[in-house]
């Protein structure tokens, strides 16, 4: 079945650094990707919707200047967090869907970044 | 907007009890359903789906009826076991609205030996 591969798992780095986290379908092409911030013991909160070859839709209160994405290829979404603050520490998940699934067929997942900010 | 009511959690249950998790949904389309579980510190897995009134999915044991009636889909397993803790998400996917997924809030589920 469709694959996608999220890394890195967990990246710990330092207030103001920059993170990069990479979401890549491995069998399948990602025309459209989606990247979300699950809080610990609570739900998914859709973040942006990541479309190759065009700028990303971002979801009301997300700062795009901050959440950086870029789907440059039909199998690879990146997001980037830009001048990281501990209040950015989260759990990042990005799921995909190929041309002709997602609303029939599921979104197939990532297995999601564990971003602390020290 | 399209919303997704879950029961709260947490649900603590013994081996081989019966499961059930009550989803309910508002949509302005014909939103497609889902089921999906995550497990500790891991993205989440589908677990089953449906895509018009009155389907019925279902997976590993676990089943879910798409109500359009009560716009209901909960999710139901006749004998759970340990290896089902988890967290179980209801949600639902809009094909008015780009596909969107929009999730209910998730309840955790303790299965005890």
């Known amino acids: 079945g469709a694959v996608v591969s999220q890394h890195p798992s967990w990246v710990i780095c330092k207030s103001g650094t920059s993170v990069k986290i990479e979401c890549r379908s491995l069998?399948?092409?990602?025309?459209?990707m989606f990247w979300y911030r699950q809080f610990p013991k609570q739900s998914l909160m859709l973040m942006a919707t990541?479309?190759?070859?065009?700028?990303?839709?971002?979801e009301q209160g997300v700062e795009k200047d901050k959440f950086l994405i870029n789907h440059a290829s039909l199998t690879l979404s990146t997001l980037t967090v830009t001048s990281a603050h501990p209040e950015d520490s989260s759990f990042y998940i990005c799921?995909?869907?190929?041309?002709?699934?997602?609303?029939?067929?599921?979104?197939?997942f990532g297995s999601g970044t564990r971003l602390t900010v020290v | 907007g399209d919303s997704v009511t879950q029961m709260e959690g947490p649900v603590t249950l013994s081996e081989e009890a019966f499961l059930t998790i009550n989803c309910t949904y508002t949509?302005?389309?014909?939103?497609?359903l889902f089921w999906y579980v995550q497990y500790p510190g891991e993205g989440l897995q589908l677990l089953l789906k449906?895509?018009?009134?009155?389907d019925k999915g279902s997976n590993k044991g676990f089943e879910a009826t798409y109500r359009k009636e009560t716009t209901s889909f909960h999710l139901e397993k006749g004998s759970v076991q340990v290896s089902d803790s988890a967290v179980y998400f209801c949600?639902?996917?809009?094909?008015?609205?780009?596909?969107?997924?929009?999730f209910g809030d998730g309840t955790t589920l303790t299965v005890k030996p």
């Open positions: 799921s995909a869907r190929d041309q002709g699934g997602g609303l029939y067929y599921g979104y197939t």
């Open positions: 069998d399948f092409q990602a025309t459209t």
């Open positions: 990541s479309n190759e070859g065009s700028k990303a839709t971002y």
């Open positions: 949509a302005t389309g014909y939103p497609s």
């Open positions: 449906a895509t018009k009134a009155d």
């Open positions: 949600a639902l996917a809009d094909n008015t609205n780009a596909g969107k997924s929009t």
